[in-house]
């Protein structure tokens, strides 16, 4: 059973129902990028992924993904770039065109569609670097700057007033730069944040960052063209670890198996990426344009699967340095549940013990039993948990049904006694 979460990105490869249906099969978490497409669009989708959700009977997070202050191009068709040829700055019409131009310097490395396309600017004009073809509405970025735009624009706001209403489970705020403004995302929302890092001036607060929100995701693509190469595996490596450190779902997203966009067939290079952001321990992997826009989106999401239940072989745990007695209980609780090889069941109204669990790694499978419908989606961000509605009490009268509920011969019970209390303080093997 995969315990590491699989996020895809809903689009038009998903237009058709069985397509979406086999993907999320596999798929824990649809991911809706309000960076492209439409408000009529993302509700037929939705409605759609909700009809999926009950046809399959596994709970489905709907993850919405803001646009965040970022400048794109504004072509609505394909733009040809020439190496060594060079182009004003209104051949990729940058809106906004102000912000651009606050920032621009001369020599400044200019990056388009997640540096498909470089240019560098000089005297004035943008001089290609190498050639490529510019996909409409790509994002813009100027290395190692950040644009003056507000963490949370006009645009955001009528977005996150629409997915407020529409349904959606969870919001991913794009370009956070600091604590404050997962603050400022908070106070428009009840929904969970999870805080995109891929912005130079966020790694400067990383760490209150975490702690604040409910979520971080490591976004490679744009964090990649902020700070040097060969800084992004240990950029990656201690986001997940902070994650840990603070109890928070930690997502690693961006290019992972880009080459299946036009190829049935994966990278090598891929796979071993995919195996490390798992050895690394990270709770979910996030495909983008794999499944959104590729031709193979079904494969796509099979093969990340297939490697990262590969990859949960070589299993790491983490240990938390200062550990509570709820840390050292759920420790003996994943090692009494591997020794015996039976699933942990955990009652819960809160969500406190299967994030315990979860946190430190568990190599069998975490059942959380809640009547709490309204944690279900965001305890489904977490690694290793299997959210299941249902009431359980009284729990010492319910093993059995549970079980049944289940489809389980033996499993260990974590929970905490009395009910309605966030202590977890109870283990019974049955």
Known sequence: MRKTKIIATVGPSLEDYETMKKVFTHANIARFNFSHGTNQER?????????????????????????????????????????????????????????????????????????????????????????????????????????????????????????????????????????????????????????????????????????????????????????????????QKKTIFLAKHYNKPVIVATQMLSSMVESPFPRR???????????????????????????????????????????????????????DYKDKLAKSAIELAQTFNVPIVAPTGYGTTPKKLSRQHPTQPVYAITPNKSIIPYLNLFYAIYPVEMSYEPVFQNFERIKNHLNIDKALFVFGYPPNNQNTNTLIFI
Request: aromatic share 6%.
């Open 43 to 235: 509700e037929r989708w939705l409605k759609m992924l909700r009809e999926v959700e009950q046809d399959l009977n596994k709970p489905i997070t709907a993850l919405a993904d803001t646009k965040g202050p970022e400048v794109r191009t504004q072509n609505s068709e394909p733009l040809p770039v020439e190496k060594g040829k060079e182009y004003p700055i209104s051949y990729l019409q940058p809106a906004p065109l102000d912000a651009f131009l606050s920032v621009v310097e001369e020599g400044d490395i200019v990056l388009v569609d997640d540096g498909k396309v470089i240019f560098i600017y000089k005297d004035g004009k943008l001089k290609a670097y190498n050639s490529g073809i510019i996909k409409p509405r790509k994002s813009i970025i100027i290395r190692g700057k950040d644009y003056p735009l507000p963490s949370i624009t006009p645009q955001d706001k009528e977005d996150i007033a629409f997915i407020n209403k529409a349904g959606f489970d969870v919001i991913a705020q794009s370009f956070v730069r600091s604590p404050q403004d997962v603050k400022e995302m908070k106070s428009l929302t009840s929904l969970p944040v999870i805080a995109k890092i891929e912005t130079a001036t966020s790694l400067e607060h990383l760490p209150q960052i975490v702690e604040i929100s409910d979520g971080v995701m490591v976004a490679r693509g744009d964090l990649a063209l902020s700070v040097p190469e060969e800084e992004m595996p240990l950029i």
């Open 269 to 323: 290079s891929e796979i071993m990426d995919i195996f490390t952001a798992v050895s690394h321990m990270a709770d979910a992997l996030m495909l983008s344009e794999e499944t959104a826009i590729g031709k193979y989106p079904v494969e796509a999401v099979s093969v990340m699967s297939k490697v990262a239940q590969k990859a949960e072989q070589e299993h790491h745990f983490y240990r938390p340095p200062e550990a």
